[in-house]
């Protein structure tokens, strides 16, 4: 992918928002971690919702990834579509060319 792409993911409103809970459960998740022992609740549940963000967060990326391989396919095909109109249109032009030549 290039950088373009992944601007274009990145700025999905959904993807930025995710990314924004991922960010501040992260944040919650080291600011508990000092506090508490690994198995208490809240650090246990602080590390569930993370894990469930992150997940929501790659379901995205992906989604917003394959809507981008798709517009990118019926781009080429209408660029497909165009070559063949336009090779028609300079066939169609070298014959009345040559017609008028005769």
Do not use: C, W
């Not at 508990?32 to 995205?60: C, D, F, G, M, N």
Request: avoid cysteine; charged fraction near 40%.
């Amino acid at each position: 992918f290039n950088n373009e792409t992944l601007s274009e993911v990145m700025n999905n409103t959904l993807v930025g928002k995710l990314k924004a809970d991922q960010n501040e459960l992260r944040q919650e998740e080291v600011e508990l971690s000092l506090r508490y022992t690994e198995e208490h609740p809240k650090l246990v549940a602080v590390r569930k919702r993370l894990s469930i963000v992150q997940r929501e967060l790659e379901r995205e990326v992906n989604n917003a990834l394959r809507h981008l391989d798709e517009e990118y396919e019926a781009l080429l095909d209408t660029e497909k579509r165009l070559q063949v109109d336009i090779d028609r249109e300079k066939t169609e032009a070298l014959e009345l060319k040559k017609k008028e030549m005769q």
